[in-house]
C-alpha cells in the first residue's frame, strides 16, 4: 500500500512529531473482547430482570380477532402478558415518513399489533417472565384467533387496482415515488449508435449481525427515569424518539451503549419490539430484557435492497457515454421505518446512478411500495450497491457491444481528476474526487494486462475465468441533508469533549460510538497527536447519553470525517488553554512552548521543560501557587458539521477476478482488489479491515445471501443454514489500496471509508461472471448469482 | 416440566456443582448460571460457532450440547483459555492484525483457531481457511483473521525447531 500525500507544502496540528495519524495503531479496546470480557447488551443482567419474548404471528396479513392468553398468565414465573392496546396505554404509536421526501406516506405503526398483523413476524402480545424459557413456554400458550387477509407479495402487482391496498386509508400502496430528469435524455439516446438495456434483478437480504438485536430497559419509578442499554449506533436518537412516544422529557431517558456485536445499519433503526421493551418496562416498573432470537432476526432486523431496475444506456461508437436512465422499484414492507424513513434507498439509487461518469442526459424514476414481508430500510451502503450494479453493468453491455475494453470506456467517460468542483447529473456536488489516479492503481495492483493474457489463455483449455471493474462514489459525512431538513431529530452534529486529568493523562467523550470500526481508536490517535500525548494515556468514552455531548452517532460512514474533526477541534482549544498555563507558570510565553511526549517542550528545539503530570498537578492540587488571574480550563468541547457540502462524496474502484464452473454453475472466486480514496487516512489497518468487511458483505450480497418469500409472504429461509452468508473457505484474500484526496472542508480531511467494500463488490462480480460467460453468450443482471441463476442463463437446466 | 438434575463438573479448572434443567444447553448454562459470557451465542442452531467450547480437549458449540451431557467433563472457555496464557500468542496476532472488529465472532474464532494450531504445526491458508469456515465473522472478510492464525503457526512453529 502507497499513501501520496496530496498536499505537502500544507502543515498543520497533524504533521507534529509523533503524530499517531496515519500510524497503524493497535485498538485500544481489543484485549478486553479477547478475553470474553466484553459487555455485550446480551451479557447483561439487572435486579428483576424480566425477560420479554414477543409471540409473533404466522400470517403475512391478517385480522386480529381475539387473544386468550388466560392460561399463560397461570404460567409459574410468568410477570405478564401484554397485548398491543393494553401496551398503547403507555406509548404512543408513530409514521416513518420526513417532510423533504416529498409525498412520502405510511400508516400509524404500534409497538405491538392491536387489530390487524402486516408481516408474518410482527409482534401481537409480549410474555414477560422470570426466564426467556418459562416465556417461550408460556407463549406457546397463548391462543390467538386471526382470520387471514390477502397478502400483497410481489411489488411489480404492488400497484394494481386488482391488488388489495395494505393501508386503506392511503389510497394507493404507492409509499414514495421521485423523479428526476436532467440534460437531454431523449436527444442523447437518439444520437447513439447503440443503446442497451437490461432488467437488474436484487434480492432481498439482511444484515446478519451476530450478535441480534438485543436491548435492556429499566424504569426507575423511583427516579422516574428510563435507561436503556442497547447496542444502538445512534444514542441520542434513541434517547429522543424513547422519550417521546412514552411522553417523558429527553433528560429522564439515559441510553448506554456498551459492546455492540456488529450492526451494519442495522442497529440504527428503532423497532416495533424495542419500542414495546422500552414500555413494558415502564408499564411493570421494573428491568426487562429483550434479545431476538436468530429466526427473530431473520422475520425482524430490517431487510434490505428488493430492487427491480431496468436501465438503459447509450453510447456511441468512440465509447462516449451519451445517456443514462433508471426505472427502479422497491419493496419496503408494510411501513416505511421510523424514524429515517425506507425512502431514503430508493432516493439514494436515483441520486448514485451515473455518478462517476460526465454524461449529464440522466432520467430516473423511483417507486417505493409497501408489501406484506418485513420491513425494508437502510442497511450498509445505502442503495450504493443497486446504483453501482446497474451504472456498471450497463457500462460493461455498452463496452461488450462496442467492443471495447471496459476499462478503456471507463477512461473515457470517468470525470477528470482536474474537473473538480463539479456536480453529477442528479446535481450531488463533488469536492475532489479521483476516478482515474485509483484506476490506475488498480490496474497496477492487478496487473491487468497480464490477467487479461492468462484469462485468454486458460479459455483455450475450457477454463472459464472473469476480470469485473466496478467504479463507484460513496456518500460519506452526512449534514443535516440526510434527516435534520426533513423533521427528523438525528443529530447531523457530533460533539467531543477532551480534558486533561489530574495525572496528565487524557478523557474524552465522544458522541460518536464504536461498534467495532475502531471510534475509539480513531479519536485516541487523534486527541493524543494534537496533546502531544501518548496513546495509552488516553482514554475515550463513548455510548452514553448521560456522558457524553449529543451527537449523532456512527453510521453513513461519518464517524472519522464527523467525530474525528470534534476531536481534533476540542483537543486544539486544551492544548491552547495548558500552554497558556504552562508559560505562566514557567514564565514563558505560549509561542514558545508546545506539548510533546507527555511533557511540556520548547517549540524551538523540543527540550523538556516540565512533565504535564506536574503542570497537572498543580494546577488540581496547588492552585495557589499559580500567578495571579491564571484561570486554567482543563476541558474543552468541540462540535462539528460539515456545512459547506451535505455530503463528502468519496470515490473508489473495485476488481474480481474469479472462474464459473459451466458444469455445476459454481463460482470461485480467486482475487479482489479494491482503491479508495476517503481523504486523509487516520489508521491505515483498520480503513483496510473496514474496506475488506464490506467487501466481503457486498460479495454475500453477490453470491449468496437472499430473504426467500413464498407468494403468501412467508420468508422460507429464516435461519442461518438456510439463509448463506460468507465464510472464511469461499472469501478470497483482497487487496486494498489508496489514494489521498483530502477534503478540504475540514483540518482532519477524513472522509468516510465504510461503505466502499460494500458499494462496488456485487457489481464487479457480477461483471466478472458476466466476462467469463461472454462466449456463451449469456448475461446476468440478477443477483444473488446462484448456481441455478448461472445455468439457468447457460441454458442448462 | 421435568425437575432439576444435578452435574458436577470441572469449569477452567474450577469444580461447579449445579442443578439445571434437563433441557438447558451448555451454553446457557455457562452465560447464566456462571456467568460466563465470554462464551457467545449467535444463532443457537449450530452454525455460527460463536459459542465454540472445548469440552474435555474437542471444540464442541455449545448451543448444542446441553448441559446434563457436560456432567463429568472438563469444559474450557475463552476467559479460562485467556487466563491460563494459553492463546496469549494467538490472541496477540490477533490485536497487532486487527482480526477482529466487534469481537462477538472472537472467543469462538479463538477457540477455533487453537485447537487448528494444537492439531497441526504448519497449517497453510486454505487449511486455515478450511478449518475456520464454520465460524461466521460478519466484520472482518476473514483475512486478517487468517493472517492472524498463520502469524502464530510460523511463530509457534518456529519455536518448535
Ligand atoms: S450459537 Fe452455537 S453455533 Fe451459533
Ligand atoms: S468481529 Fe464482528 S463478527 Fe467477527
Given amino acids: 500500500m502507497t499513501i501520496a500525500s496530496a498536499n505537502p507544502e500544507i502543515l498543520s496540528e497533524l504533521d507534529r512529531p509523533n503524530s499517531y495519524i496515519g500510524k497503524t495503531m493497535p485498538r485500544p479496546n481489543l484485549e478486553r473482547l479477547m478475553q470474553g470480557r466484553g459487555l455485550y447488551v446480551s451479557d447483561?443482567?439487572?435486579?428483576?430482570?424480566?425477560?420479554?419474548?414477543?409471540?409473533?404471528?404466522?400470517?403475512?396479513?391478517?385480522?386480529?380477532?381475539?387473544?386468550?392468553?388466560?392460561?399463560?398468565?397461570?404460567?409459574?414465573?410468568?410477570?405478564?402478558?401484554?397485548?398491543?392496546?393494553?401496551?398503547?396505554?403507555?406509548?404512543?404509536?408513530?409514521?416513518?415518513?420526513?417532510?423533504?421526501?416529498?409525498?412520502?406516506?405510511?400508516?400509524?405503526?404500534?409497538?405491538?399489533?392491536?387489530?390487524?398483523?402486516?408481516?408474518?413476524?410482527?409482534?401481537?402480545?409480549?410474555?414477560v417472565a422470570t426466564s426467556r424459557a418459562v416465556a417461550e413456554?408460556?407463549?406457546?400458550?397463548?391462543?390467538?384467533?386471526?382470520?387471514?387477509?390477502?397478502?400483497?407479495?410481489?411489488?411489480?402487482?404492488?400497484?394494481?387496482?386488482?391488488?388489495?391496498?395494505?393501508?386503506?386509508?392511503?389510497?394507493?400502496?404507492?409509499?414514495?415515488?421521485?423523479?428526476?430528469?436532467?440534460?437531454?435524455?431523449?436527444?442523447?439516446?437518439?444520437?447513439?449508435?447503440?443503446?442497451?438495456?437490461?432488467?437488474?434483478?436484487?434480492?432481498?437480504?439482511?444484515?446478519?449481525?451476530?450478535?441480534?438485536?438485543?436491548?435492556?430497559?429499566?424504569?426507575?419509578?423511583?427516579?422516574?427515569?428510563?435507561?436503556?442499554?442497547?447496542?444502538?449506533?445512534?444514542?441520542?436518537?434513541?434517547?429522543?424518539?424513547?422519550?417521546?412516544?412514552?411522553?417523558?422529557?429527553e433528560q429522564q431517558v439515559r441510553v448506554v451503549c456498551k459492546d455492540v456485536g456488529g450492526s451494519f445499519g442495522i442497529?440504527?433503526?428503532?423497532?416495533?419490539?424495542?419500542?414495546?421493551?422500552?414500555?413494558?418496562?415502564?408499564?411493570?416498573?421494573?428491568?426487562?430484557?429483550?434479545?431476538?432470537?436468530?429466526?427473530?432476526?431473520?422475520?425482524?432486523?430490517?431487510?434490505?435492497?428488493?430492487?427491480?431496475?431496468?436501465?438503459?444506456?447509450?453510447?456511441?461508437?468512440?465509447?462516449?457515454?451519451?445517456?443514462?436512465?433508471?426505472?427502479?422499484?422497491?419493496?419496503?414492507?408494510?411501513?416505511?421505518?421510523?424514524?429515517?424513513?425506507?425512502?431514503?434507498?430508493?432516493?439514494?439509487?436515483v441520486n448514485l446512478v451515473g455518478g462517476p461518469y460526465v454524461t449529464k442526459n440522466y432520467r430516473a424514476r423511483a417507486r417505493v411500495v409497501f408489501q406484506n414481508k418485513n420491513v425494508m430500510c437502510q442497511y450498509r451502503a445505502v442503495g450504493h450497491p443497486i446504483a453501482c450494479s446497474v451504472t456498471e453493468g450497463l457500462v460493461d453491455l455498452a463496452a461488450a457491444k462496442i467492443g471495447m475494453d471496459p476499462v478503456e470506456i471507463r477512461r473515457r467517460n470517468l470525470i477528470a481528476d482536474d474537473g473538480y468542483p463539479c456536480a453529477s447529473p442528479s446535481g450531488l456536488r463533488f469536492e475532489l474526487l479521483s476516478h482515474h489516479a485509483a484506476m490506475n492503481k488498480l490496474m497496477a495492483m492487478m496487473d491487468y494486462d497480464a490477467l487479461r493474457a492468462e484469462q485468454a489463455a486458460l479459455r483455450a483449455k475450457k477454463v472459464h475465468r472473469g476480470i469485473g471493474i466496478a467504479s463507484f462514489i460513496e456518500v460519506t459525512n452526512p449534514s443535516a441533508a440526510f434527516y435534520g431538513v426533513g423533521g427528523a431529530r438525528i443529530s447531523s452534529q457530533d460533539g467531543v469533549a477532551v480534558r486533561l486529568d489530574a495525572q496528565g493523562s487524557v478523557i474524552c467523550q465522544t458522541s460518536i460510538t464504536e461498534q467495532g470500526q475502531g471510534s475509539e481508536s480513531l479519536t485516541a490517535q487523534i486527541v493524543g497527536s494534537v496533546l502531544g500525548v501518548s496513546m495509552e494515556r488516553v482514554r475515550v468514552i463513548s455510548g452514553d447519553t448521560d456522558n457524553t455531548p449529543y451527537g449523532g452517532g456512527t453510521w453513513a460512514s461519518r464517524g472519522a470525517g464527523i467525530g474525528g474533526e470534534a476531536a481534533l477541534q476540542a483537543a486544539k482549544i486544551l492544548r491552547r488553554n495548558i500552554l497558556n498555563v504552562a508559560a505562566a507558570v514557567l514564565q514563558s510565553s505560549p509561542a514558545e512552548l508546545d506539548i510533546a511526549g507527555n511533557a511540556i517542550v520548547n517549540a524551538s528545539d523540543g527540550a523538556p521543560r516540565m512533565e504535564l503530570r506536574e503542570l497537572a498537578r498543580i494546577i488540581y492540587f496547588r492552585p495557589d501557587t499559580l500567578p495571579p488571574g491564571i484561570r486554567p480550563e482543563l476541558m474543552a468541547t468541540r462540535h462539528f458539521v460539515p456545512r459547506e457540502y451535505p455530503f463528502a462524496f468519496t470515490n473508489g474502484v473495485q476488481a474480481s477476478w474469479l472462474e464459473v464452473d459451466t458444469d455445476t454453475g459454481f463460482v470461485k472466486l480467486l482475487r479482489h482488489w479494491v482503491v479508495e480514496d476517503c481523504g486523509t487516512l487516520i489508521n491505515p489497518q483498520l480503513v483496510d479491515e473496514q474496506i475488506r468487511g464490506g467487501v466481503v458483505q457486498g460479495l454475500g450480497a453477490?453470491?449468496?445471501?437472499?430473504?426467500?418469500?413464498?407468494?403468501?409472504?412467508?420468508?422460507?429461509?429464516?435461519?442461518?443454514?438456510?439463509?448463506?452468508?460468507?465464510?472464511?473457505?469461499?472469501?478470497?484474500?483482497?487487496?486494498?489500496?489508496?489514494?489521498v484526496s483530502p477534503t478540504s472542508e475540514t483540518e482532519l480531511g477524513a472522509k468516510g471509508a465504510g461503505e466502499a467494500g460494500t458499494a462496488g463488490a456485487a457489481a464487479a462480480v457480477a461483471n466478472a461472471v458476466n466476462d467469463a460467460l461472454r462466449p456463451f453468450g449469456a448475461v446476468i443482471t440478477e443477483i444473488p448469482l446462484t448456481p441455478q441463476v448461472i445455468l439457468t442463463a447457460l441454458g442448462r437446466i | 416440566m421435568t425437575a432439576p438434575v444435578s452435574i458436577s463438573l470441572d469449569v477452567n479448572g474450577e469444580r461447579v456443582d449445579a442443578l439445571v434443567l434437563p433441557r438447558l444447553n451448555l451454553a446457557d448454562f455457562l452465560r447464566e448460571q456462571l456467568q460466563l459470557t465470554g462464551t457467545h451465542v449467535g444463532c443457537e442452531h449450530g452454525v455460527c460457532g460463536a459459542c465454540t467450547v472445548r469440552v474435555n480437549g474437542e471444540i464442541v458449540r455449545s448451543c448444542l450440547m446441553l448441559a446434563v451431557q457436560a456432567h463429568g467433563t472438563a469444559v474450557e472457555t475463552i476467559e479460562g483459555l485467556s487466563d491460563s496464557g494459553e492463546v496469549a500468542d494467538l490472541q496477540a496476532a490477533f490485536r497487532d492484525r486487527n482480526a477482529l472488529q466487534c469481537g462477538f465472532c472472537t472467543p469462538g474464532m479463538l477457540?477455533?483457531?487453537?485447537?487448528?494450531?494444537?492439531?497441526e504445526a504448519r497449517p497453510d491458508r486454505d487449511r486455515i481457511r478450511e478449518?475456520?469456515?464454520?465460524?461466521?465473522?460478519?466484520?472482518?472478510?476473514?483475512?486478517?483473521?487468517?493472517?492472524a492464525v498463520e502469524t502464530t503457526a510460523r511463530v509457534r512453529g518456529g519455536r518448535r525447531v
Wanted: charged fraction near 25%; charge should be negative; proline fraction near 4%.
Fill in chain 1, 137 to 249: 413456554d408460556a407463549a406457546e400458550v397463548v391462543r390467538v384467533e386471526y382470520e387471514e387477509l390477502e397478502a400483497v407479495t410481489d411489488m411489480r402487482t404492488a400497484l394494481d387496482p386488482a391488488t388489495p391496498v395494505i393501508h386503506p386509508a392511503l389510497g394507493d400502496n404507492l409509499a414514495f415515488e421521485r423523479n428526476h430528469d436532467a440534460g437531454e435524455v431523449d436527444a442523447a439516446f437518439a444520437g447513439s449508435d447503440e443503446v442497451m438495456e437490461a432488467d437488474f434483478i436484487f434480492g432481498r437480504h439482511t444484515g446478519v449481525t451476530l450478535e441480534p438485536r438485543s436491548v435492556v430497559a429499566d424504569w426507575n419509578a423511583a427516579e422516574e427515569r428510563l435507561t436503556i442499554y442497547q447496542g444502538t449506533q445512534a444514542p441520542h436518537m434513541v434517547q429522543n424518539i424513547a422519550a417521546l412516544h412514552l411522553g417523558l422529557q
Fill in chain 1, 44 to 127: 447483561m443482567e439487572a435486579p428483576r430482570m424480566g425477560q420479554v419474548v414477543f409471540l409473533r404471528s404466522p400470517h403475512a396479513h391478517a385480522k386480529i380477532i381475539g387473544i386468550d392468553a388466560a392460561a399463560a398468565r397461570r404460567v409459574p414465573g410468568v410477570i405478564a402478558v401484554v397485548t398491543g392496546k393494553e401496551l398503547a396505554e403507555v406509548i404512543t404509536p408513530w409514521v416513518g415518513v420526513l417532510s423533504h421526501l416529498k409525498g412520502l406516506k405510511s400508516a400509524p405503526q404500534h409497538a405491538i399489533a392491536i387489530d390487524r398483523v402486516c408481516w408474518q413476524g410482527e409482534a401481537v402480545a409480549a410474555i
Fill in chain 2, 131 to 147: 478449518h475456520l469456515s464454520g465460524n461466521y465473522c460478519r466484520c472482518t472478510g476473514y483475512q486478517a483473521i487468517i493472517d
Fill in chain 1, 702 to 739: 453477490a453470491l449468496f445471501e437472499k430473504c426467500i418469500y413464498d407468494e403468501r409472504g412467508q420468508l422460507t429461509n429464516a435461519n442461518m443454514a438456510d439463509y448463506l452468508v460468507p465464510m472464511s473457505g469461499e472469501m478470497p484474500d483482497i487487496d486494498v489500496g489508496h489514494v
Fill in chain 1, 267 to 349: 442497529k440504527v433503526h428503532i423497532y416495533a419490539d424495542e419500542m414495546a421493551t422500552y414500555a413494558l418496562s415502564k408499564l411493570l416498573r421494573r428491568p426487562v430484557k429483550f434479545v431476538a432470537d436468530r429466526v427473530e432476526s431473520f422475520n425482524t432486523d430490517i431487510h434490505a435492497r428488493d430492487h427491480r431496475c431496468k436501465g438503459r444506456i447509450g453510447v456511441k461508437r468512440d465509447g462516449t457515454i451519451t445517456a443514462f436512465e433508471i426505472d427502479d422499484l422497491t419493496g419496503i414492507g408494510p411501513y416505511s421505518m421510523y424514524p429515517r424513513t425506507s425512502a431514503i434507498e430508493a432516493n439514494q439509487v
Fill in chain 2, 111 to 119: 477457540m477455533a483457531a487453537q485447537d487448528l494450531l494444537k492439531q
